[in-house]
């Protein structure tokens, strides 16, 4: 049995009471767990485990084949063994709300500038954001950073709904990468709407509306090549 992705469909679930199903040196796997594994430029969530009252630190996760998340800590557990995972809540929401601005402004550059996506990166201080192409010049920063702020000051609120990978096939619309395909899990992709504005196929966490990001200055851009700009964002 993999473990559950809690963090797929009840993103503000933050604290998961659980079961220990394997161990090893070094980590243990469980039935579900809030921990965001990565991926998408979003790195994965760090938190604790709490066994019998004492909080033992997790800073790293990773999935095996089996789908199983493992949860890396020197702590000593047991197979069938209650545990709480608890993830860290501040550090996850402000990353959310960093993945929710570039879901605004990749959409908003594909769409008036024709601009694709090719990578991105969120961290707790700022997040930033590379497309293909060819130019970028002060006029269409503000233009992009005004369009930004028109969407993130408005209520958005973000909806999830899952598309099976043939249906997903069908929908080009909501593909923002041109090489990468987003991830299928179980057969399913995941979408993430953000109503009234846009959807786009993406397997990260994000704010509950665009009103809990909050308004966003681009407050750098770097010329990565001839067909590759980044633009770096953090909150107003
Ligand atoms: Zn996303």
Not at 41 to 62: A, Y
Not at 188 to 203: H, K, N, P, S
Request: with cysteine; aromatic share 8%; proline share 4%.
């Amino acid at each position: 049995m993999s473990t559950q992705r809690v963090y797929l469909h009840t993103p503000k679930q933050t604290h998961v009471v659980t079961q220990v199903v394997a161990v090893r040196s070094g980590g243990f796997a469980v039935s579900a767990s809030p921990f965001f594994v990565g991926g998408g430029g979003q790195p994965m969530d760090t938190g604790v485990v709490s066994v019998d009252g004492v909080n033992h630190r997790i800073e790293h996760v990773e999935v095996d084949a089996d789908d199983h998340i493992w949860h890396l800590s020197d702590v000593s557990l047991r197979t069938g063994q209650s545990v709480d995972l608890v993830v860290d809540r501040q550090r996850r929401q402000t990353l959310s709300r960093y993945h929710t601005a570039l879901h605004v402004l990749n959409t908003l550059a594909l769409t008036h500038y024709d601009a694709w996506i090719t990578g991105a990166q969120m961290t707790e201080e700022y997040a930033r954001i590379d497309f293909a192409i060819a130019w970028l010049d002060p006029i269409m920063l503000a233009d992009l950073e005004a369009r930004m702020n028109a969407v993130l000051t408005a209520y958005h609120p973000v909806q999830y709904r899952s598309l099976t990978v043939a249906e997903f096939a069908q929908r080009p619309d909501l593909l923002r990468t041109k090489n990468v395909q987003p991830p299928a899990y179980r057969g399913q992709v995941r979408v993430v709407e953000i109503e009234g504005f846009d959807a786009q196929a993406c397997g990260g966490t994000h704010a509950e509306s665009t009103h809990e990001v909050g308004p966003c200055r681009i407050y750098k851009s770097e010329n990565k090549g001839k067909q590759n700009k980044r633009l770096y964002i953090c909150f107003a």
